[in-house]
């Protein structure tokens, strides 16, 4: 099993920035083979994507509501994922998950095979 932990959220104004991260523990071993992704869910929405990061490096994925703004990264050496969230809209407010998927991604959520229990992200006008 693998547990992963979101962090970073909290309370910004528009324009601001905020970085999550995620770090993983458990059977982390081949966490390196992993694709691993964001998804955000705000209220009374679904969980949608935000971006992935494919286990082989390449083929990075973003939300189009998202490009230019946010970046994922990670560091297999760590076993954690990031995002960094620049111009900050109140759009953006939503709880912000974290997901690992064995050498595959996806923009559906219910594909993952592992999920945090998110951080929350409010965005003020």
């Known amino acids: 099993q693998v547990q992963l932990v979101e962090s970073g959220g909290g309370l910004v104004q528009a324009g601001g920035s905020l970085r999550l991260s995620c770090a993983a523990s458990?059977?982390?071993?081949?966490?390196?083979?992993?694709?691993m992704a964001w998804f955000r869910q705000a209220p009374g929405k679904e969980r949608g994507f935000v971006a992935a990061f494919p286990w082989t490096g390449g083929g990075i994925v973003y939300a189009d509501s998202v490009k230019g703004r946010f970046t994922i990264s990670r560091d297999n050496s760590k076993n954690a994922v990031y995002l960094q969230m620049n111009s900050l809209k109140p759009d953006d407010t939503a709880v912000y998950y974290c997901a690992a998927r064995w050498r595959s991604s996806s923009k559906v959520w219910e594909a993952y095979d592992y999920w945090g229990q998110g951080t929350q992200v409010t965005v003020s006008s």
């Open positions: 458990g059977r982390t071993l081949r966490m390196s083979m992993y694709d």
